[in-house]
C-alpha cells in the first residue's frame, strides 16, 4: 500500500501568518491527492482534490499544489479557525491512505 | 443539503458483532459510492471499505476483509457495514462518507465502535 508521510508532524503559527504543509507518498499518485481539515470532536472536511482544486465553499487562502510524490498545502493567511490538524490523502490506488496529520497550532 | 448519519455504534465484547447504518438525503444516494472511513482515538484515518453505486463493486481493507461486509439499500437511501468477530483494535468512530472520484466529498458525524471486555 502507499504510505503517505506528513511533515512536519506539528506547526505553530500565529494568526496572519503563512502556514506551509508537505506531504510526501511513496510511490507516484500522480495528481490524485486531497487534503482535509479536521477540528476536535468533528468529522474531517474536505478541503483540496485533484492536489489544487479548492472543494465548493473552500477559501482562497488554502492552495494545493505538486504532483508524482510532492505535494504541499498553504494557508496564505491563517485565521482562528484555521486551527486544526490536516490530512492528505492519495486515491490513486487501493487502498485509499492517509497521511499522520499535521497539526496546526497557535504560537 | 448533503447530510449523512451514522447509527449502530455501541460496546460489544470481542468476538462480537454490530451492523452500522448510515441515512443519506439530499442527494440522488444511488448516483455515488460510498464508504467506511473510521479513526481511533488520537490516531489517524483510516479507510475500511467502499461500495459502488450500484452495490455490485466492493473493496475491503486487508485487517477487516473476511469479518466486515458493506452493502446498501438504494431504494432506502441506507448504506451498512455489517461487523462480525469484532476485536480490541477495531475499536474506532466510524464515519459514512460520501465519494467522489475517490475523495471523500461529505462525512457523517461518524458513530463510536467500543470493543472490550
Known amino acids: 500500500e502507499i504510505v503517505m508521510t506528513q511533515s512536519p508532524v506539528t506547526l505553530s503559527v500565529s494568526p496572519g501568518e503563512r502556514a506551509t504543509l508537505s506531504c510526501r507518498a511513496s510511490?507516484?499518485?500522480?495528481?490524485?491527492l486531497a487534503w482535509y481539515k479536521q477540528r476536535p470532536g468533528q468529522a474531517p472536511s474536505l478541503l483540496i482534490f485533484?492536489?489544487?482544486t479548492r472543494a465548493t465553499g473552500i477559501p482562497a487562502r488554502f492552495s494545493g499544489g505538486g504532483s508524482g510524490t510532492e505535494f504541499t498545502l498553504t494557508i496564505s493567511s491563517l485565521e482562528s479557525e484555521d486551527f486544526a490538524v490536516y490530512y492528505c490523502?492519495?486515491?490513486?490506488?487501493?487502498?485509499?491512505?492517509f497521511g499522520q496529520g499535521t497539526k496546526v497550532e497557535m504560537k | 443539503e448533503v447530510q449523512l448519519l451514522e447509527s449502530g455504534g455501541g460496546l460489544v465484547q470481542p468476538g462480537g458483532s454490530l451492523r452500522l447504518s448510515c441515512v443519506a438525503s439530499?442527494?440522488?444516494?444511488?448516483?455515488?459510492?460510498m464508504n467506511w472511513v473510521r479513526q481511533a482515538q488520537g490516531k489517524v484515518l483510516q479507510w475500511v471499505s467502499g461500495?459502488?453505486?450500484?452495490?455490485?463493486?466492493?473493496h475491503y481493507t486487508d485487517s477487516v476483509r473476511g469479518r466486515f461486509t458493506v452493502s446498501r439499500d438504494n431504494s432506502r437511501a441506507t448504506l451498512y457495514l455489517q461487523m462480525n468477530s469484532l476485536r480490541v483494535d477495531d475499536t474506532a468512530v466510524y464515519f459514512c462518507?460520501?465519494?467522489?472520484?475517490?475523495?471523500?466529498?461529505?462525512w457523517g458525524p461518524g458513530t463510536l465502535v467500543t470493543v472490550s471486555s
Open positions: 462518507v460520501r465519494a467522489g472520484s475517490g475523495f471523500y466529498e461529505y
Open positions: 439530499g442527494f440522488p444516494f444511488s448516483s455515488y459510492s
Open positions: 461500495i459502488g453505486d450500484t452495490g455490485n463493486s466492493k
Open positions: 510511490q507516484s499518485v500522480s495528481k490524485n
Open positions: 485533484g492536489a489544487s
Open positions: 490523502q492519495q486515491y490513486n490506488n487501493w487502498p485509499r491512505t
